[in-house]
């Protein structure tokens, strides 16, 4: 057995930061602080105790089919298998024409996907808290990559970028086809280049809260090193 290395895939969440144009940014902030503590437990114990509100998009998060459809299964129902210990396949799609944010199923050709984690490297998270990442021109899937992966089955769809639909095409082709299929979405995801052409397992476990679609992951990936000659990286 070789190494396993641990690739950590998220964003960190911070206090007021921006994920998606146009939400809201967290607030974190003290429920109890050290300070307040002190007069609670005995001489030299002090305890904090945080408070965060947000908004369920925010950081790198999952999207389950109650995001989309009412019907869809939401946090607590979408089976924990479509999130933990999945085997990963992950393809580079930073280079496009210039000016094509949209990704084909081209950059899947030949891959065996079903069943797996399905991660799409862009690139985009190069542009991470800056205005450039919210813009026009980001990377998504197009209408017909979409239904390959679907045809395919995998288990979940991850991307690096803010959307991964056209954030101008307001039908959602890519969440629509996906979550209606019941394959989670993964997005905001960073550090794909670690993954690209090898072997891994995919994590990212949202907590089970009823009746909501999306919340915030820590995505990881446990990569083997000793499997660079059983994968490749298309294109």
């Known amino acids: 057995m070789g190494k396993r290395i641990l690739a950590d895939l998220s964003h ?10 146009g939400l809201p940014g967290p607030v ?12 609670k437990y005995a001489p030299g114990t002090e305890f904090q105790i945080g408070r965060i509100t947000l908004v369920a998009n925010t950081g790198t998060y999952v999207d ?14 979408a089976p924990l298998s479509r999130f933990v210990d999945l ?26 996907v079903t069943h797996r984690a399905v991660l799409v490297h862009t690139g985009w998270d190069q542009h991470w808290e800056t205005p450039q990442y919210g813009a026009d021109g980001h990377p998504f899937l197009s209408a017909a990559a979409v239904e390959w992966l679907v045809a395919q089955r995998p288990a979940v769809v991850g991307i690096d970028s803010v959307n991964i639909d056209n954030m101008l095409d307001l039908t959602r082709p890519a969440h629509t086809g996906l979550l209606e299929a019941e394959i989670p979405v ?3 995801l960073t550090g794909l280049q670690q993954v690209v052409g090898m072997r891994f397992r995919f994590h990212a476990a949202p907590i089970a809260v009823a009746g909501m679609g999306t919340f915030s992951v820590r995505a990881y990936a446990l990569i083997d090193d000793q499997g660079d000659d059983h994968a490749r990286e298309p294109g």
């Open 12 to 21: 960190v969440v911070r206090h007021g930061m921006t994920t998606y144009p």
């Open 28 to 39: 974190i902030e003290d429920h109890m602080s050290r300070v307040d503590s002190r007069s």
């Open 64 to 77: 389950a089919p109650f995001h989309r459809f009412e019907g869809g299964a939401d946090l607590s129902e």
């Open 87 to 112: 085997e990963g396949v992950a393809v580079s799609a930073v280079s496009r024409p210039s000016g094509s944010g949209s990704i084909g199923p081209e950059v899947f050709e030949g891959l065996d």
């Open 186 to 188: 993964v997005e905001h």
